[in-house]
């Protein structure tokens, strides 16, 4: 009925040894993007209002000093929500393009070096 696919193995000369190859570093970069990105977010929605120099139109500009009000509570989450949307993704996808440079730096100097960990040693 059902044959055993024991005699369709390849025979062991065909077959050669590959070491490992070095640990995929994207993840964990994305990862650290993400979070760095959202910390980063976080520290700019809740910073503090400052005063601000404006200059007065005019013949002569006037430099006089702006105190900003302190924006309400629900905008504060408003805009913790909204930029949480936008800036999390943007800084995994700055983890991913340093995941992915740091990765093929890495595999680039283990191939020149000749260090067991490389796929073409």
Known sequence: MWKSVAHRTLPLKTLRT???PTRNLIKPFCIAG???AEVYMVWMVLAPNTA???FVPGPMPIPVMVVAARPQFWMTMLRLFIYAIFLGPFGGLVGLGA???TTGLLAQIRRLTGKPGSANT
Do not use: D
């Open 18 to 20: 590959v070491t490992a």
């Open 34 to 36: 993400f979070i760095l």
């Open 52 to 54: 601000v120099m404006v």
């Open 99 to 101: 995941g992915l440079l």
